[in-house]
């Protein structure tokens, strides 16, 4: 039997990057995913080729900063699945610039697209992972532990996020959820953008990984979050998990 094998689980940001990744290794250890994504297109392309594995998957088209069309992404998934075993925050945008130049319009934008949608999504998901005695994974970043430049109003976002993690752990593990964090390191399309626009940051960043590589979204990421929402983590919450190959050494 697959570690995940018939969980439903909805995955934010599904169709690129980390979260792709993530939602890929999903559907291969046996999960049902609806992924979220505010590109039509490109949601309906990773829809088709998490289908073409042979696991079930659905693509809902929903533009998280719209925070009134959060509660619609619950409603989807537990029409497709009839319930939801895990709920996997890790959409993200931000603008990277030195605090300095941080507009108000800059820093609503990684709140509106990663704090919010967690917060909301975690809310409106809770009875349902309550009935299942469910998991949540979200996304945060080591940038905040290593106070890397130009990433504010990212790092605020993330280190929010963290925040209430810990917290919806200490209160909902009476209920059997776990709530636990991913601060990954991979080559994902922010990443990348982060590499054209800072490259001097960046190269830092990669001498200070352990492993002398940067991440897969799939096989290194994907694979973290498989196992923290599988039975074999059952006794793990309130954690963070760094899965950056030993670039950030804070515990």
């Known amino acids: 039997m697959k570690a995940l094998e018939g969980k439903a689980t909805i995955v934010t940001g599904g169709a690129r990057g980390v979260a792709k990744g993530v939602a890929t290794a999903f559907v ?8 979220v994504d505010r590109e039509e297109e490109l949601g309906r392309a990773t829809e088709a080729e998490l289908r073409a594995l042979g696991g079930e998957a659905h693509f809902l088209a929903v533009d998280l900063a719209q925070r009134a069309e959060l509660p619609k992404i619950i409603e989807a998934a537990v029409g497709h699945f009839g319930g939801l075993d895990v709920l996997v925050n890790a959409a993200q945008a931000s603008r990277q610039l030195p605090i300095a130049e941080t507009t108000d319009e ?5 709140l509106d ?32 532990f290593d106070a890397i ?3 504010g109003s990212y790092c605020a976002a993330k280190e929010a996020i963290r925040a209430i993690s810990k ?6 593990g009476g209920q059997a959820v776990r709530v636990n964090i991913i601060c990954p390191f991979a080559n994902s399309p922010g990443v990348m953008a982060w590499k054209e626009w800072a490259p001097a940051d960046y190269d830092t960043q990669i001498s200070k990984v352990s492993l002398k590589r940067i991440g897969d979204c799939e096989k290194d990421i994907g694979a973290a979050a498989v196992f923290l929402a599988s039975d074999a983590a059952g006794y793990i919450t309130g954690q963070t998990l760094m899965v950056d190959g030993g670039q950030t050494k804070a515990f």
Do not use: C, D
């Not at 291969?28 to 992924?35: D, F, N, T």
């Not at 949608?117 to 994974?137: N, Q």
């Not at 917290?167 to 909902?172: F, G, L, N, R, T």
């Open 28 to 35: 291969k250890a046996g999960a049902r995913v609806l992924i």
């Open 113 to 144: 697209t990663g704090f919010w949608p967690t917060f909301v999504l975690m809310r409106e998901a809770y009875p349902h992972l309550v009935k299942a005695k469910g998991s949540v994974i979200n996304f945060a970043t080591g940038a905040a």
């Open 149 to 151: 430049p130009t990433q």
């Open 106 to 110: 800059a820093m609503e934008i990684a």
């Open 167 to 172: 917290i919806a752990a200490s209160e909902w």
